[in-house]
Nanobody, 126 residues
Framework: VELVESGGGSVQAGGSLRLSCAAS????????MGWFRQAPGKGREGVAS???????TYADSVKGRFTISQANDKNTLYLQMNSLKPEDTAVYYC?????????????????????YGRGTQVTVSS
């Protein structure tokens, strides 16, 4: 079971990037998956989440600009990032957690996951 991010890079403000995460071993049963980011000198910030029912949540800072989704086989997680801003610059991590169905409602953009990948750098220049 592992989480491997890809798709990061450098882009100018207003541009777009799509992050991908190979997430084999998580996408069955009841689960919560998502993305969080960490900028230099700052703490972890939740970005977006999706649960096994397909419910999505977003941080206010990215709402309307970012979209989280899964491939049809559920083994790849995506984060489409549009209208990027310099303040979006950070290392982005893909994360996952298996949750019992009775607490699936705990899945949100701010969820503190136990399992996550090594991250991919996103740099947005002004």
């Amino acid at each position: 079971v592992e989480l491997v991010e890809s798709g990061g890079g450098s882009v100018q403000a207003g541009g777009s990037l799509r992050l991908s995460c190979a997430a084999s071993g998580y996408a069955y049963g009841s689960y919560c998956m998502g993305w969080f980011r960490q900028a230099p000198g700052k703490g972890r910030e939740g970005v977006a989440s999706i649960d096994s029912d397909g419910k999505t949540t977003y941080a206010d800072s990215v709402k309307g600009r970012f979209t989280i989704s899964q491939a049809n086989d559920k083994n790849t997680l995506y984060l489409q990032m549009n209208s990027l801003k310099p303040e979006d610059t950070a290392v982005y991590y893909c994360a996952a957690e298996r949750l019992p169905p009775q607490i699936l409602s705990h899945c949100s953009s701010g969820y503190r996951y136990s399992y996550y990948g090594r991250g991919t750098q996103v740099t947005v220049s002004s």
